[in-house]
């Protein structure tokens, strides 16, 4: 199993651009999340989804948007990235059956600079 | 609304010392998990326990050992003899229980261990 993998490690972007931060895992979790990790500010929730189909706002989620067409992946798109979306993106997942624990899995993240 | 406080920002010790990280927690929910987790220089995020909140218990694992006591809110986390290897940020976290999985974390407490 390659768990969770995200793409890519390393990103620049001009502010105005568009992209899309991919995250997929092989683990057939129905729980997937983004986070943002800021200095001193820890990691915050930006979206998650609880299945195929079904996404919800974290705690931080303005100018970003995701979909889940699949169990496998969970993309994250900036539409037109600003300089406060430069942060480390981490994906996560989790099984969500009484017996899981809550125990997530996280992407080794991806390194994302708005200039 | 949860909340995870690590008011330790910086610490820093001297290889072989015992040090303990702090951890207060603020919840409404009367069973939820907290965790730690270890973020090396490397930048990855690596899973070190989690505590069910029915589980008072204390933990130990080798050089590492976890103190939860509900009555004080508090899930602290102490590494004896510590290593230069422990060099890291530390970060607690809290989730709810239920289908869905979103951690909230702490702000994070960089620990560095001189040789």
């Known amino acids: 199993n390659a768990g969770v993998t995200q793409t890519p490690k390393f990103q620049v972007l001009k502010t105005g651009q568009s992209m899309t931060l991919q995250c997929a895992q092989d683990?057939?979790?129905?729980?997937m999340s983004w986070y943002r990790q800021d200095p001193g500010m820890g990691l915050r929730l930006i979206h998650y989804?609880?299945?195929?189909?079904?996404?919800d706002q974290g705690e931080v989620p303005n100018g970003y948007n995701v979909s889940r067409s699949t169990t496998e992946d969970f993309p994250l798109r900036l539409l037109s990235a600003a300089p406060s979306q430069t942060s480390v993106y981490f994906c996560a997942s989790s099984y969500t059956g009484l017996a899981a624990n809550n125990e997530q899995f996280f992407g080794p993240g991806t390194r994302l600079t708005v200039l | 609304a949860q909340k995870v406080t690590q008011a330790q920002t910086e610490i820093s010790v001297v290889e072989k010392e015992d040090v303990t990280l702090d951890c207060v927690y603020e919840t409404r929910d009367t069973t939820y998990y907290l965790f730690w987790y270890k973020q090396p220089p490397s930048g990855e995020l690596v899973f070190l326990i989690r505590r069910n909140s029915f589980d008072e218990q204390n933990e130990i694992s080798g050089r590492y050992s976890w103190n939860f006591q509900k009555s004080t809110s508090s899930f602290n986390f102490t590494i004896t003899a510590s290593q230069v290897v422990d060099s890291a940020v530390y970060f607690c976290a809290l989730s709810r229980t239920g289908s869905a999985r979103q951690l909230t974390f702490g702000s994070g407490t960089q620990l560095t261990v001189l040789p």
């Open positions: 683990m057939n979790h129905e729980y």
């Open positions: 989804s609880v299945g195929a189909g079904i996404t």
